[in-house]
């Protein structure tokens, strides 16, 4: 009995194990912050833009002395920051374009601040004494821009931390401005939540936030009526002196012809982050010849680009090329055409801040390439903008006419009704004899042309089945103006990619289609050597990948519910194929119901043979539902979110009981519509559910990402 006494009592080799494990569970739970999960002094990088390494790049890095903004504004003798956050470049733009008037018509040196060059925190420490002005875009469905995630990760941390619940801002002293699209759910959420916290932590909002809204077009309008607000409250309240606004060169152009060739910079990638060029496969028109509208498919050729990785549902981001109809305009009215291939070199002046003209444009380099490569020339100028170029007009009659369609917001917008105010166009429009403007400064085109912007899209083959392809499916933009629809505004990126296409349609169209000089750009080096003769050159475009939470699900039992209208389809085409393939090599695959809308089965109805062949290969796993919005085979004109309704049995069977996955592709509208007809019938079909139970319980598919929505406009 004693020994088996001492057998019970004895530790064996399990128990040191288990004892060995638990204290290294609470060493290591003990030392947290301390040999781990302490934070990372490099974190800002993944937000932050990667400064340039040539030129006025360099100096700006070297600038940037400090991550804390409070300690910048002393620095600079700085009283006013205007914070940007910004995706697509307007609410950067509209930073840049706030800070220099502030400075100019009142004095008062106004430091602009992309939020992920700053630590969060520093905010904060940002005195009474001074002034903050926060810009800030919404992106996609209540999302912040990229360079605004550090700053919302730590603002909402924050706010969620209850022993923090102190009047951190209590100094801060605010504007708030907001760009947004009611066509999304979330219209400007941004904004309204960052304001939500500064004021709940004590900060002093000293005038309601306003809100642009782009659904109705009127982004511009709108930040030009907060602005004058600003202004009238600078005045009004705060005392501040207003003067007539003079233009005043932050930077410095020079002329050059000794500068070797090789260094100038000719259009090469220098953006953040960096493009690469991509060879052009191929190029095929997907729209029926009948139809007056184009769709492209394109695919690239990734074999020589090890870098660029795609993952399914991921976007690509194309930089274009201006056209060169609208780049000899410019010169022409400029009165520059004899110098636009001079070398010239881009210089601060003393004293001046020029961190955002050295992010826009490189040095040394060539007129032409910077109107080319670099700048928005295809814009339509704002009206604000317009009165600043009025001064420099070459007559009375310009003078006179710029200034008129600054100052009334009504002949402004009937006279963009019926044209197109580009800058170049604008310069030829503003006298009867299209006097040049040779006294018009290149470094204000430089200072006030925003920079040329990538257009994203989304990757419609499958990294699964192409790995080293990517397929692109493109709508070609044109916009017929209002009151005079004989003029179209093309769209800049997919009217460019329309000009490589290699087919009798682009032939034909040869006689309105602008024009490009280069697919790409001219050789970096200088030199001008050309290809071996047996060697085709293949057109490349400049690309970069943008990573998107678009994914499937990691079961591929998993049924899926695809809505799509027009090239929304595109990653849905990805998602079939990957399907595809995994049926193919033995794998079970969900049920997939995939609903498809267009215009007419005759014009635009995209990859319908493909998805013809892929029901057949699915065998009854997939089904296509058609809406046609004008005209439909029997004569029937319906929207995809009516196929929806149509088919609500189904749906509910897959989305609840089956516990499918649910994906909107197109135009926000669309799918904010589709949304509440779904939360509709699940209200009406569930016993016990009311509507408020069927809007929660969409929420929670949204917030376990079953849920999905890759939308725009």
Known sequence: MASLLTLQTQPNTTDYVALTFLSLVGATFLSRGILWDQPDPYRHLLYERPQLKHGNGAAASKNQQTRNIA???????SPIVVFWGSQSGTAES????????????????????????????????????????????????????????????????NDRNTEKKQKQFSGLRYFAFGLGNSNYKFYNRVIDRVVEVLDDHGAN???????????????????????????????????????????QPTISIKTDEAIDPSALHRGEPRHSPNPVPIPISGIRQLFEPISDRHCLHIDLDISSTPDVVYKTGDHLAVWPSNPDEEVDLLLHMLGRTHEAETPISIVSIEGADVEDISKKVPSPTTLLVLLRHYLEITAQLPRDILATLAPFAPTNEAKTFLTELANNKESYAEFTRRNHLTLARVLAASSTNQQQWTSLPL??????LPPLQPRYYSISSSSVVSPR???????????????????????????????????PQTESLNSILPTYTNTLLPPTTGSSSPPPKNEKTKKKILAHLRRSPFKLPRLQTTPLLLIAAGTGLAPFRAFLAERRQLLKIGREVGDMLLFFGCRSPLEDY????????????????????????????????????????????????MLVADRGNLYICGRAGMAREVERRVTAFLAEMEGDWGEREAEEWVRGLKRRNKWQEDVWG
């Open 443 to 448: 470094t204000y085109i430089l200072e006030t």
């Open 71 to 77: 300690r910048r504004l002393e620095e600079t003798n």
């Open 469 to 503: 392809k990517i397929s692109l499916t493109v709508l070609v933009l044109s916009t017929p103006l209002q009151d005079n629809t004989a003029v179209s505004i093309p769209g800049l990126t997919s009217t460019y990619l329309l000009s490589l296409a290699d087919s």
């Open 94 to 157: 509209f930073a840049h374009r706030l800070a220099r008037e502030i400075t100019l018509r009142f004095g008062q040196n106004t430091l602009t601040a992309d939020l992920s060059d700053y630590d969060p925190a520093s905010v904060t420490e940002i005195p009474s004494s001074k002034l903050a002005i926060f810009i800030l875009s919404t992106y996609g469905e209540g999302d912040p821009a990229d360079n605004t995630v550090e700053f919302w990760d730590w603002l909402n941390s």
């Open 205 to 247: 909002a000293l005038l309601p936030v306003s809100r642009a809204n782009d659904a109705t077009g009127s982004t511009q309008e709108d930040f030009i009526s907060w602005k004058e607000t600003l202004f009238a409250f600078f005045r009004e309240s705060l005392g501040f002196t207003q003067s007539e606004l003079v233009y």
């Open 606 to 653: 995209i990859y319908r043979d493909e998805l013809q062949e892929m029901e057949g290969v699915f065998g009854g796993k997939l089904r296509i539902v058609t809406a046609f919005s004008r005209y439909g085979p029997t004569g029937e004109r319906a929207y995809v979110q009516d196929r929806v309704s149509q088919w609500k049995t189904q749906v509910r069977e």
